[in-house]
């Protein structure tokens, strides 16, 4: 039913995305949900009343976060990944999804208003100091962050092998870019007009400690399982490429003021 849904919602809006974006959604979707489920439930996003999904992309982690929690928000600059999931949530009748269009660093949501957060795939596109900051601003005190990052030797491994390359997207390209962005950011603390940040595991801890957080859990992609009774995760991408930081995940609470 799931993948169906997708087929549809991507026929439907086919005017909206190019080739990249088609073949980025079919691959996301094109791991079972269970994968997602498993995560989530490793690290206890689990029975909450409000979550965001900050970045949702095509929503494979909203459909998973709103299977297991009570309301989910899901929020992604690009409009038409925002009419694709809201099409795609109506059809699978999941009415605990809401979806809406942000930019980070702005969610334009209250003050302490939600639970927890996830951010995958999505911080190191952003002015990523100010995104943790807003985070803290609408997580209730306790409130748990879970977000991904990717260090130097991701960035490494996207050039060297331009792997998922499409007509309308070089890996190449991006990772080229991501060290001009990088080098950007650092003097201006601008965000990417495109591509990404390289922001290492211990940047990411250190920003998120002066934002005012407290790090639970730190590790390679999909290694973080702090519910022992919860299926073991597993990753998506390598926490290491040549010998260098790859992709890791950091789970995280706002400390009280």
Same mark, same amino acid.
């Given at each position: 039913m799931l993948a169906h849904a997708v087929e549809t919602a991507l026929g439907d809006l086919a005017d909206l995305f190019?080739?990249?974006?088609?073949?980025?959604?079919?691959?996301?979707?094109?791991?079972?949900?269970?994968? /997602? #489920?498993?995560?989530?439930?490793?690290?206890?996003?689990?029975?909450? =009343?409000?979550?965001?999904?900050?970045?949702?992309?095509?929503?494979q982690w909203s459909l998973a976060l709103a299977r297991l929690n009570r309301q989910i928000l899901a929020q992604d600059m690009a409009p038409? %990944?925002?009419?694709? #999931?809201?099409?795609?949530?109506?059809?699978?009748?999941?009415?605990?999804? %809401?979806?809406?269009?942000?930019?980070? +660093?702005?969610?334009?949501? +209250?003050?302490?208003? /939600?639970?927890?957060?996830?951010?995958?795939q999505t911080i190191f596109c952003t002015p990523f100091e100010a995104s943790l900051r807003e985070y803290h601003r609408i997580l209730r005190p306790g409130g748990r962050l879970y977000l991904n990052g990717n260090g130097l030797g991701y960035y490494i491994y996207r050039w060297k092998s331009n792997a998922n390359a499409t007509e309308t997207f070089s890996p190449q390209r991006s990772a080229a870019l991501s060290f001009l962005n990088t080098l950007v950011y650092r003097e201006?603390?601008?965000?990417? %007009? =495109?591509?990404?940040?390289?922001?290492?595991?211990?940047?990411?801890? =250190?920003?998120? %400690?002066?934002a005012g957080f407290a790090i639970v859990a730190q590790g390679g992609d999909g290694t973080i399982r702090i519910d022992a009774a919860a299926p073991a995760p597993k990753p998506f991408f390598r926490s290491e490429y040549y010998g260098l930081p790859g992709c890791y995940e950091i789970l995280a609470t706002r400390v009280p003021s």
């Open positions: 190019d080739s990249n974006d088609q073949a980025f959604a079919r691959r996301v979707f094109a791991t079972p949900l269970a994968i /997602y #489920l498993d995560r989530l439930k490793a690290i206890g996003f689990t029975g909450l =009343e409000a979550v965001l999904d900050s970045g949702c992309g095509f929503g038409g %990944r925002v009419r694709f #999931l809201q099409r795609l949530a109506a059809a699978l009748g999941q009415e605990n999804l %809401r979806v809406a269009q942000a930019t980070l +660093p702005r969610t334009e949501l +209250p003050d302490a208003a /939600y639970d927890a957060i996830v951010c995958y201006t603390k601008q965000a990417p %007009r =495109e591509g990404q940040l390289i922001i290492d595991p211990e940047e990411m801890a =250190e920003a998120l %400690r002066a």
